[in-house]
């Protein structure tokens, strides 16, 4: 069983920066993507940010230039710098990872961008 641990959500104002990470832990093999993902209410849950073992990226859109996901293969590990977040950015986050052709969950963060 795979256990993905979240950290890092909470209350920030506009255009202020949370750094959010998640770590894998558990019978881990190796692991293709990890990413993030959020859901803000009444919406669907949506792609933010993933990268590839490589270092291969994307980012959704709206959080382009703004985001950045980073890796630590050695520690299975995902971060997201976020900064320059709007209300707009308010959602709970979700790290997400494959593992052969598996997909599992972290238990979500919560980000709140409010004045």
């Known amino acids: 069983q795979v256990q993905l641990v979240e950290s890092g959500g909470g209350l920030v104002q506009p255009g202020g920066s949370l750094r959010l990470s998640c770590t894998a832990s558990?019978?881990?093999?190796?692991?293709?993507?990890m990413g993030w993902y959020r859901q803000a209410p009444g919406n669907q849950r949506e792609l933010v940010a993933w990268m590839s073992r490589g270092g291969t990226t994307d980012y959704a859109a709206p959080v382009k230039g703004r985001f950045t996901i980073s890796r630590d293969l050695a520690k299975n590990m995902v971060a997201l710098q976020m900064n320059r977040l709007e209300p707009a950015d308010t959602a709970v986050y979700y790290c997400?990872?494959?593992?052969?052709?598996?997909?599992?969950w972290g238990q979500g963060t919560q980000v709140t961008v409010s004045s």
């Open positions: 558990g019978t881990i093999d190796r692991m293709s993507i």
């Open positions: 997400h990872t494959n593992i052969r052709a598996v997909d599992y």
